[in-house]
């Protein structure tokens, strides 16, 4: 059911690979990658602390306590390391969790964090935007599911975050609009970030990294949003620009973002 969020999900058989989700999203937006993913590893895709279906946090929700949950849960599983994939947020806490150490290879699809310093993308758009587009399908909730059931509708729900939609079911688009209202832990995460940024020591990195992002991403608009990541921190990543793809190419392109994932953690 598209109101039913759960912690995790974990199948595959294979070298382990963590799958870590944007920022008001859950687990399930890796679904149409998954049985490719599968296929060759075992897949670990929780949902992060704060977002709907996820336990509560033990204390103060931002970055670090995301990051220190996550290795926790390796720990718990045996992982010493594993390949992580991210998006967005995830794709930022999954080069951070390289810099501790703990990556195979890192895959990441738009990674957060990005922008020069003195650029105000996230206090003064990002902010506004996951703010008010949660209050607005707050407002919006008893006539969602009304909405997503005309081609009108689905493209209006999924214009910020892919290009191509026609292919995304529509419970999977309802389950991720009622995870974002779901997502209780979303003003606290926004303030932990406004008050201690996006830091990363990316000379800690030492596994391979892959960096993908969609020209036509809404959110993390290409390339302002990758000026830290391509100059300062990770210019010699295998860096993967998609043309006409959106913020989250595991839902936009899935047999093309399989495929992208695959490429890397095979080696």
Excluded: K
């Excluded at 931002?62 to 390949?83: K, N, P, Q, S, Y």
Aim: proline share 6%.
């Amino acid at each position: 059911m598209a109101g039913s969020f759960t912690e995790a999900h974990r199948g595959g058989e294979g070298s382990p690979l963590l799958l870590v989700h944007g920022f008001t999203d859950t687990w399930r937006t890796w679904e149409l990658v998954l049985p490719a993913l599968e296929r060759s590893h075992e897949v670990l895709a929780p949902t992060l602390l704060g977002h709907a279906g996820a336990r509560t946090a033990d204390g103060p929700l931002g970055a670090d306590a995301i990051l220190d949950e996550l290795e926790r849960t390796m720990d718990r599983l045996g992982w010493e390391t594993a390949h992580i994939v991210g998006n967005s947020l995830g794709g930022y806490v999954a080069v951070r969790l390289a810099a501790r150490g703990r990556a195979r290879s890192v895959v990441a699809l738009a990674p957060a964090g990005g922008w020069a310093v003195d650029d105000e993308m996230f206090s003064a758009t990002l902010v506004p935007f996951f703010t008010g587009l949660r209050e607005g399908l707050i407002a919006a909730e008893p006539q969602l599911d009304a909405m997503l059931a005309s081609p009108e509708g689905r493209r209006l729900a999924t214009a910020q975050t892919v290009v191509n939609f026609e292919h995304i079911p529509v419970e999977l688009l309802s389950h991720q609009a009622r995870g974002m209202i779901g997502c209780e832990g979303a003003t606290e995460l926004m303030q932990s970030a406004l008050a201690n940024g996006f830091p990363l020591d990316a000379e800690r990195i030492e596994c391979p990294v892959r960096i993908v992002w969609g020209t036509e991403d809404q959110i993390l608009p290409w390339p302002a949003a990758a000026v830290r990541y391509r100059d300062e921190w990770l210019p010699n990543a295998d860096w993967v620009v998609l043309d006409g793809v959106g913020h989250m190419p595991q839902l936009d392109v899935p047999l093309e973002t399989e495929q992208l994932i695959l490429g890397v953690t095979a080696r």
